[in-house]
């Protein structure tokens, strides 16, 4: 059975197809990731213009065929251009991580609305943001989880629910349980080996974060470079822990050798 159906999406990956044509990945709003043929994309006056780019919004219209692995995409119009996404390194550092991810966790046409509005909402505020985009990847990370199934809790023994933290442990280190997703106190006791230790300065920080309803007040934490290694090595074991097959973000690659330049 074929049908003619329009949705919105974000754009994962572009790649060339024979001559003339395009294989577009989509991550959308009804049909979740959405592989699909663009016929004609790549010639000189194609009509798609910029819109097939990746962490690019649009609404698309395609021919969907039950049996197909890959659609065929009969329209695809920008909804709102992020185009200070690839204007600022760390932007689009930020939001080529975010689609990245989007694409390693989600498979073929399982539809997620509330990661579809995360991730739009966290690429626009990238977008917006006048300082600290990268804080708006690791706001991604963390609600990422909970979308996912495995929220995990920052503030609470995962054992006996006591408060963690306080003014008098900021220095002090816990021990985070990752298959339980979350700290330990000291008087309790899981195996070890699921276990690392992070500071608990780190455990507020990742609470703050997961506390965030607007992805770009993200951006006026306050998170010295230090602790921004500690967020993003933590929010990416957790993730990687969790789920099979993470593999380290080319855009992070991508960005440290542009970086390392003279």
């Not at 579809?116 to 966290?122: R, T, W």
């Amino acid at each position: 059975m074929s049908t003619i159906e329009k949705t919105e999406a974000v754009v994962l990956r572009s790649m060339p197809y024979r001559e003339t044509s395009k294989i577009v990945t989509f991550y959308t709003r009804r049909f979740g990731k959405l592989s699909t043929i663009v016929k004609g994309a790549r010639r000189p006056r194609g009509r798609y213009g910029s819109s097939l780019e990746p962490m690019s919004y649009d609404s698309i219209v395609v021919y969907k065929k039950e049996t197909r692995e890959l659609q065929t995409l009969t329209q695809c119009d920008r909804v709102r251009p992020f185009l200070r996404l690839y204007d600022d390194l760390a932007k689009m550092s930020a939001g080529m991580g975010m689609i990245e991810i989007t694409a390693m966790v989600t498979h073929d046409e399982e539809e997620n609305a509330g990661l579809f509005s995360l991730l739009v909402g966290c690429l626009s505020a990238a977008d917006a943001a006048t300082k600290n985009p990268g804080h708006v990847l690791y706001c991604f990370e963390v609600h990422l989880a909970k979308i996912l199934g495995f929220q995990p809790s920052f503030s609470r023994c995962v054992e006996c629910s006591k408060t963690i933290g306080g003014k008098d442990s900021v220095r002090a280190e816990v021990r985070f349980h990752l298959e339980r997703g979350g700290p330990l106190c000291e008087s309790c006791n899981l195996p070890s080996g699921h276990a690392v230790g992070v500071s608990a300065n780190l455990l507020q920080t990742l609470e703050v974060l997961s506390q965030i309803s607007d992805p770009l007040d993200a951006t006026q934490l306050e998170i010295d470079y230090q602790e921004r290694g500690q967020v993003q090595n933590f929010l990416w074991n957790y993730l990687r822990y969790h789920v099979q097959g993470l593999r380290p973000l080319n855009s992070e690659k991508v960005a440290s050798q542009i970086l390392a330049l003279p």
